[in-house]
């Protein structure tokens, strides 16, 4: 049974910086594809990076470039989100998503395993 458990989220003032981690089980960790999604009150949930299992290549939607990192330890079948200078329009429930696809994945129907989710709420 895979789990993908997220884990890292709170309250943090803007500009502040937070650490998501989402712990997977149940499947080849280093061989699948890893995503993190928000989802707005109000929104649907959005893409915002993810990390190939072939060569570790990470992609991150525009609002998020140079503010986000994601990366992943195989070795702790762990998947992080470093988030920098964050701002209230971040503020979400994040989800880590995985798939065995080789290649980068930015539509949520794509994946085939999702976390519950963790909230991340930046005040201004």
């Known amino acids: 049974q895979v789990q993908l458990v997220e884990s890292g989220g709170g309250l943090v003032q803007a500009g502040g910086s937070l650490r998501l981690s989402c712990a997977a089980s149940g499947l080849t960790f280093s061989r699948y594809t890893m995503g993190w999604f928000r989802q707005a009150p109000g929104k649907g949930r959005a893409f915002v990076a993810a990390?190939?299992?072939?060569?570790?290549?990470?992609t991150y939607t525009d609002s998020v470039k140079g503010r986000f990192t994601i990366s992943r330890d195989n070795a702790k079948n762990t998947v992080y989100l470093e988030m920098n200078t964050l701002k209230p329009e971040d503020t979400a429930v994040y989800y880590c998503a995985a798939d065995s696809a080789a290649y980068t994945i930015v539509r949520t129907g794509s994946y085939s395993y999702w976390g519950q989710g963790t909230q991340v709420t930046v005040s201004s």
């Open positions: 990390i190939t299992w072939t060569d570790d290549r990470p």
